[in-house]
């Protein structure tokens, strides 16, 4: 069974960036596509990026040009870059992955079965 683990939220003014990581362990990790999502306090679990299994993007229209999603395949494990920062980015943000092997970038939360822990990343105005 896969397991997700991310890190690298915290806290940052706004304008600023931060890198999350997500490791991925259990299955063979360059077969799969990736997402990050996030959660704010009283709100649904929502899209920001996704990365299929060859490399193609996806992004939330609220973090294009601001926020880039990546992935090195020898090193388990897929990015989320997050520049320009606003207090709105504030939430609990999730990596995600999909059941299905080459699979292509996607923006539904019902097409992931696998989820980490979460990080969460706080932006201060």
């Known amino acids: 069974q896969v397991q997700l683990a991310e890190s690298g939220g915290g806290l940052v003014q706004a304008g600023g960036s931060l890198k999350l990581s997500c490791l991925a362990s259990g299955r063979t990790f360059r077969s799969y596509a990736y997402a990050w999502f996030r959660q704010a306090p009283g709100k649904e679990r929502d899209f920001v990026a996704s990365i299929g299994w060859n490399g193609s993007t996806y992004y939330a229209d609220s973090v294009k040009g601001r926020f880039t999603i990546s992935r090195d395949n020898a090193k388990n494990t897929a990015y989320l870059q997050m520049n320009s920062l606003k207090p709105d980015d504030t939430a609990v943000y999730y990596c995600?992955?999909?059941?299905?092997?080459?699979?292509?970038?996607?923006?539904?939360?019902?097409?992931?079965?696998?989820w980490g822990q979460g990080t969460q990343v706080t932006v201060s105005s």
């Open positions: 995600a992955t999909k059941a299905s092997a080459y699979s292509g970038a996607s923006g539904n939360v019902d097409d992931y079965r696998d």
